[in-house]
């Protein structure tokens, strides 16, 4: 990436405009998350059913901007920095696709759970699970607009502690459902919840991995943290 | 929108912007070949360290270059009008002696072989090492006598029968034969334009080199004429070793295995022609590929 310009501005234009397609789409999805989080936590029906209708639009840019990857692809057979940024936009969108998935999951079950009595010390546990996907993947997507890869590591480092707060979840959730058989179908909606926030955690530290292969043209999908630590700082 | 979003719209930037903590390290001069520009001995067909090149008023058309070429590799040298790679690729059959006031210094070896030296005859190292040209240039003589020719002027058949021998095996090899073998007496330079091309190629292959060089063999070429040649090319690696001058990047990382980038008479840049196109190491080479040279 350098800010030398194509010969051909055409080109540069329809670059930029699938970029700036993937970072509209990015800040749409974060508004997904964050209503649904607040639905969750809030009991907000009506925000929780805005979420899960609005899913559609999501999907639609996704569709929408893959062909116009295709379309670049076809027309200009992009090469080096160019065509790792295609191939990184094109996979970027699937996850956030899937974080969009989620999401709407969330609103769903914020809809069905309006009802329930109370969350009791999950509300807490929630909230903080909830705090930290959001600033995870705000932390995604300021990474892959400013293309930093240091920001980037910091995310997939951070996942860890987000597997690790639904891990806590999970296990006060199996007392729960000991300690009265009644709070079994809370319990797993609360469950479900808790685990697409998990999930959106996941898909955020795959968007860094990608920012990483466009900046360094390194892939570092399924190595530990030791390693890619090496790898991208070996390379400075 | 949250802070974050309006943060990251403020941040996508309008054009292309250098990527933080990104490609700072770079080399945007050039100080040396960037990549790997050398092989293990035993690999290495050709081996040139310090070549320049100059024309007539001492000016200087390449720079130092260093590089080995592998055995049944085909290496393709690319770069925009005027950056040498026609040039080195002429002094590896001292096609360059041909030039007038044309000086070259340097170190090159064919399997460790000076070619500048004193026993060397060019004639000889030029049967050695072939060349194809960018516009086909068949003789204006029968299919037959354009093939027969180098090895009639090399002494390479005893007999009439062995000669034959050698004409349609190398129109053979060069994928022309089924399509010729009617016409041998008939004129070649009344064959298609891909056809004449690969009649050269079996010219050249007739003499049997180590090496052929190409120097843009398909650019004057239609599309399917084009992919014959590449496929072509792809089948003599496993005989000859192949250096080939392209304008057509697509071309170069369709069937080349190590990619050469020069730039102003200088090499900036060899490695794996995968490393090429999708990660290059220099600046320059970046630059070019992508299409924002000039």
């Not at chain 1, 296990?171 to 319990?187: A, C, G, H, V, W």
């Not at chain 2, 943060?7 to 945007?28: D, I, S, V």
């Not at chain 2, 084009?226 to 392209?246: G, K, N, P």
């Amino acid at each position: 990436m350098n800010n030398t310009q194509h010969t051909s501005h055409q080109y540069n234009q329809e670059l930029e405009a699938a970029r700036s397609k993937l970072m509209t789409m990015g800040g749409l999805v974060e508004t997904q998350v964050t209503d649904a989080i607040k639905a969750l936590l809030e009991r907000d029906s009506a925000l929780g059913e805005k979420v899960s209708f609005s899913d559609y639009e999501i999907n639609t840019m996704e569709v929408a901007i893959d062909e116009q990857c295709a379309e670049i692809i076809a027309r200009r057979q992009p090469a080096a920095s160019d065509l790792r940024l295609l191939l990184t936009i094109i996979k970027v969108i699937t996850d956030l696709e899937r974080i969009g998935d989620e999401a709407e999951k969330v609103g769903r079950y914020a809809v069905e759970m309006t009802e329930t009595a109370s969350y009791g010390d999950l509300h807490n546990s929630l909230r903080h699970l909830g705090e930290h996907v959001k600033a995870m993947l705000s932390d995604t997507l300021d990474a892959l607009a400013r293309l930093d890869v240091k920001q980037a590591m910091q995310v997939v480092s951070n996942d860890q502690q987000v597997d690790e707060e639904f891990d806590s979840i999970t296990r006060q959730l199996y007392t729960r459902m000991l300690e009265d058989p009644r709070n079994i179908k809370d319990s797993l909606n609360v469950t479900w919840c808790a685990r697409s926030m998990e999930r959106i955690g996941d898909h955020c530290k795959n968007i860094c991995e990608y920012v990483i292969y466009l900046v360094k043209g390194k892939d570092v999908r399924h190595t530990n943290l030791e390693k890619m630590r090496d790898e991208i700082l070996g390379n400075d | 929108m949250t802070e974050a979003t309006l943060n990251m719209a403020a941040a996508a930037p309008q054009t292309h912007k250098p990527a933080a903590g990104g490609r700072e390290e770079f080399a945007h001069d050039i100080t040396g070949t960037v990549g790997k520009p050398f092989l293990d001995g035993k690999d290495t067909k050709f081996f040139s360290r310090g070549v320049n090149v100059f024309y007539t008023g001492n000016k200087q058309a390449i720079f130092d270059v260093n590089v080995d070429i592998g055995r049944n590799e085909v290496i393709a040298m690319i770069g925009p009008s005027g950056c040498g790679k026609s040039t080195f690729l002429r002094c590896l059959n001292r096609m360059n002696d041909t030039i007038a006031g044309c000086r070259v210094t340097g170190d090159i070896r064919l399997d460790g072989e000076d070619i500048h030296g004193k026993e060397q005859d060019p004639v000889l190292l030029r049967a050695r090492v072939g060349m194809v040209f960018q516009k086909p240039n068949p003789f204006p003589k029968s299919i037959y006598d354009n093939v027969a020719y180098g090895p009639r002027l090399h002494g390479l058949a005893a007999n009439r029968a062995e000669l034959d021998e050698i004409v349609e095996s190398s129109l053979t090899k060069a994928g022309l034969f089924k399509e010729v073998k009617d016409r041998l007496q008939t004129p070649g330079t009344g064959l298609s334009g891909g056809q004449q091309q690969r009649l050269c190629i079996a010219r050249t292959i007739a003499v049997s080199p180590e090496v052929i060089l190409m120097d843009e063999p398909t650019s004057a070429l239609d599309p399917i004429a084009t992919a014959t040649i590449e496929e072509l090319i792809d089948e003599l690696r496993q005989s000859f070793t192949i250096c080939i001058v392209t304008h057509s990047m697509q071309q170069a990382a369709r069937i080349s295995q190590r990619t050469a980038y020069f730039h102003m008479g200088k090499l900036v840049e060899v490695n794996n022609t995968k490393t090429v196109f999708t990660n290059p190491q220099h600046q320059l080479t970046e630059n070019y590929i992508t299409g924002r040279f000039g």
